[in-house]
């Protein structure tokens, strides 16, 4: 793992981490033990509380049948659904339940004898029962991991905060004398159950929600976790086939490596005399300009060139299919198809209303960590932008992930499509140009009574770069662009007016 870095009181130390993995056990999911820390800790209690449909069970489930998986013996309480209902969920993920023991004690199941006459409250002798009813499955197998699902029913029958608590504090005595691993598993509440959350060792929280438009959206969060370092913060997730798919909270100071300094020329002399050389791998750079002025054109000849280079690239278009991309890009003469099919170019199609900002940037991690791509192309920033609940999550995720590309020596390119064609009603929907190292702007321009597009570079922290502007065209000859232009005016103020003669222009 990288380097152990101080992040303050506020964050955790990776070689605290590394220290503490070997002490733990495994979830059975390989990025909840990360988001842990390395796993759970031996012989302690863990609720696990969150929304109807958060996904609870599902990591029950993974957890119980990892300890299957390493021959251990795993018990799973049925209190609230029965038997049938947990089988029905291992169904759906494909999940074989051969080896796991389950212990249908749900209302209603023979394992509990509701025909007892008693002169005690009927409450008092179900509760009984149901402790009795635990305990001897447990005496019965015998196992390192347990999980009780869950743990409303207990509430119920206790019917006093008081009781409840007793009840939660003498399984959890009884179990800790088992050396055994135990996960309560209960609804989430709108106000916290503290008397629950102060009992249990940890604390994992999922929640679950619908936006206006768009597929439910889950996230984790571990609440609590005594004497252990945990990735802390709320980490997004899918139910899938096979289980949760959690996508970790992308923290930038983790990831660290040293790379080869270098410039990514464009191919097109003029461009790169525009940007002194080239644009530095490690840097971003954020294209800006109104609807058809060339954003998407430059980004593909920039993956292009970076792979004639002898690199890979990632492309995320957010507006537009693949195959546009490519039939656009061709028409260019920029051969992406070829570069996708040779292994080179990731070039994938983003619907913002089903993929999460975390899961996006979990998979431009796998473009980057296992593909090697050194230039990523985010296509564009609106589209993003419609991923994200509010602008300030926009730009905090976005400022993370752009330091973690720049770590990691990847040079990045995001396009953003300004409101409005010309004049000075011409805006950016989203104010993150501080973020980027360097800023180009596309306009258009009127002349000879043609519509005509100019390119100019405002900002470049890495290096110099010309402040002239120059002429932009594309055509099936590719992409061109002039010298530079003098006669310019009002191109800052959105309304470029050109007083030259026609010669320098294209």
Same mark, same amino acid.
């Given at each position: 793992?990288?380097?152990?870095?101080?992040?303050?009181?506020?964050?955790?130390?990776?070689?605290?981490?590394?220290?503490?993995?070997?002490?733990?056990?495994? %979830?059975?999911?390989? #990025?909840?033990? !990360?988001?842990?820390?390395?796993?759970?800790?031996?012989?302690?209690?863990?609720?696990?509380?969150?929304?109807?449909? &958060?996904?609870?069970?599902?990591?029950?489930?993974?957890?119980?049948?990892?300890?299957?998986?390493?021959?251990?013996?795993?018990? $799973?309480?049925?209190?609230?659904?029965?038997?049938?209902? *947990?089988?029905?969920?291992?169904?759906?993920?494909?999940?074989?339940?051969?080896?796991?023991?389950?212990?249908?004690?749900?209302?209603?199941?023979?394992?509990? /004898?509701?025909?007892?006459?008693?002169?005690?409250?009927?409450?008092?002798?179900?509760?009984?029962?149901?402790?009795?009813?635990?305990?001897?499955?447990?005496?019965?197998?015998?196992?390192?991991?347990?999980?009780?699902?869950?743990?409303?029913?207990?509430?119920?029958?206790?019917?006093?905060?008081?009781? !409840?608590?007793?009840?939660?504090?003498? *399984?959890? %005595? $009884?179990?800790?004398?088992?050396?055994?691993?135990?996960?309560?598993?209960?609804?989430?509440?709108?106000?916290?159950?503290?008397?629950?959350?102060?009992?249990?060792?940890?604390?994992?929280?999922?929640?679950?929600?619908?936006? /206006?438009?768009?597929?439910? @959206?889950?996230?984790?969060?571990?609440?609590?976790?005594?004497?252990?370092?945990?990735?802390?913060?709320?980490?997004?997730?899918?139910?899938?086939?096979?289980?949760?798919?959690? $996508?970790? @909270?992308?923290?930038?100071?983790?990831?660290?490596?040293?790379?080869?300094?270098?410039?990514?020329?464009?191919?097109?002399?003029?461009?790169?005399?525009?940007?002194?050389?080239?644009?530095?791998?490690?840097?971003?750079?954020?294209?800006?300009?109104?609807?058809?002025?060339?954003?998407?054109?430059?980004?593909?000849?920039?993956?292009?060139?970076?792979?004639?280079?002898?690199?890979? &690239?990632?492309? !995320?278009?957010?507006?537009?299919?693949?195959? /546009?991309?490519?039939?656009?890009?061709?028409?260019?003469?920029?051969?992406?198809?070829?570069?996708?099919?040779?292994?080179?170019?990731?070039?994938?199609?983003?619907?913002?209303?089903?993929?999460?900002?975390?899961?996006?940037?979990?998979?431009?991690?796998?473009?980057?960590?296992?593909? /090697?791509?050194?230039?990523?192309?985010?296509?564009?920033?609106?589209?993003?932008?419609?991923?994200?609940?509010?602008?300030?999550?926009?730009?905090?995720?976005?400022?993370?992930?752009?330091? !973690?590309?720049?770590?990691?020596?990847?040079?990045?390119?995001?396009?953003?499509?300004?409101?409005? *064609?010309?004049?000075?009603?011409?805006?950016?929907?989203?104010?993150?140009?501080? *973020?980027?190292?360097?800023?180009?702007?596309? #306009?258009?321009?009127?002349?000879?009574? @043609?519509?005509?597009?100019?390119?100019?570079?405002?900002?470049?922290?890495?290096?110099?770069?010309?402040?002239?502007?120059?002429?932009?065209?594309? %055509?099936?000859?590719?992409? @061109?662009?002039?010298?530079?232009?003098?006669?310019?005016?009002?191109?800052?103020?959105?309304?470029?007016? $050109?007083?030259?003669?026609?010669?320098?222009?294209?």
């Amino acid at each position: 793992m990288d380097r152990a870095i101080d992040q303050g009181s506020n964050e955790f130390h990776l070689s605290e981490i590394e220290a503490q993995a070997p002490a733990l056990i495994s %979830s059975g999911d390989d #990025r909840l033990d !990360y988001v842990l820390g390395g796993g759970f800790a031996k012989n302690c209690t863990i609720l696990i509380e969150g929304d109807p449909g &958060a996904g609870k069970t599902t990591l029950a489930l993974t957890f119980a049948l990892e300890g299957v998986r390493k021959g251990g013996s795993c018990l $799973y309480i049925c209190l609230s659904e029965s038997e049938e209902d *947990l089988k029905a969920v291992a169904d759906s993920h494909g999940l074989s339940l051969e080896g796991l023991h389950i212990a249908d004690l749900s209302p209603g199941s023979e394992a509990l /004898n509701e025909n007892t006459t008693t002169m005690f409250h009927p409450s008092d002798v179900e509760l009984s029962e149901l402790t009795t009813a635990i305990t001897n499955a447990f005496e019965q197998h015998s196992p390192t991991r347990v999980v009780i699902d869950s743990l409303g029913e207990l509430r119920h029958l206790s019917q006093s905060e008081l009781r !409840y608590r007793r009840q939660l504090i003498a *399984l959890k %005595s $009884y179990f800790r004398s088992k050396e055994c691993t135990v996960l309560f598993i209960d609804d989430r509440k709108e106000i916290a159950d503290l008397q629950l959350q102060s009992v249990a060792r940890g604390t994992i929280e999922l929640q679950k929600s619908t936006p /206006n438009y768009g597929r439910i @959206r889950r996230r984790l969060q571990v609440s609590k976790m005594r004497g252990q370092r945990v990735r802390t913060g709320f980490h997004e997730f899918t139910i899938e086939r096979g289980g949760l798919q959690i $996508y970790p @909270r992308l923290v930038a100071a983790e990831h660290q490596r040293t790379f080869e300094p270098g410039m990514l020329t464009s191919g097109i002399a003029e461009l790169d005399s525009l940007l002194s050389g080239g644009l530095r791998y490690g840097t971003s750079t954020l294209i800006t300009g109104a609807a058809g002025t060339g954003k998407s054109s430059l980004t593909a000849q920039y993956a292009h060139a970076a792979i004639q280079q002898g690199g890979a &690239a990632a492309i !995320y278009a957010f507006d537009e299919t693949a195959g /546009n991309y490519i039939t656009r890009s061709e028409g260019l003469g920029i051969p992406i198809g070829a570069d996708r099919e040779s292994g080179k170019l990731v070039l994938k199609q983003v619907d913002s209303a089903e993929l999460s900002p975390a899961e996006f940037a979990w998979h431009a991690r796998r473009a980057v960590e296992e593909l /090697n791509c050194r230039v990523v192309v985010i296509d564009s920033l609106n589209g993003y932008l419609h991923a994200m609940p509010d602008e300030h999550y926009l730009r905090g995720q976005l400022h993370e992930l752009l330091s !973690y590309f720049s770590q990691l020596g990847v040079c990045t390119l995001i396009t953003l499509s300004q409101h409005g *064609l010309i004049g000075t009603d011409v805006e950016s929907p989203v104010e993150t140009s501080y *973020l980027a190292d360097a800023n180009i702007l596309l #306009r258009y321009f009127e002349h000879s009574g @043609r519509v005509r597009k100019a390119i100019s570079v405002v900002k470049k922290r890495a290096g110099g770069h010309e402040a002239s502007i120059r002429e932009l065209a594309l %055509s099936s000859n590719g992409i @061109r662009i002039s010298e530079p232009l003098d006669d310019f005016q009002g191109v800052l103020a959105g309304v470029p007016e $050109y007083l030259g003669t026609h010669d320098p222009l294209i």
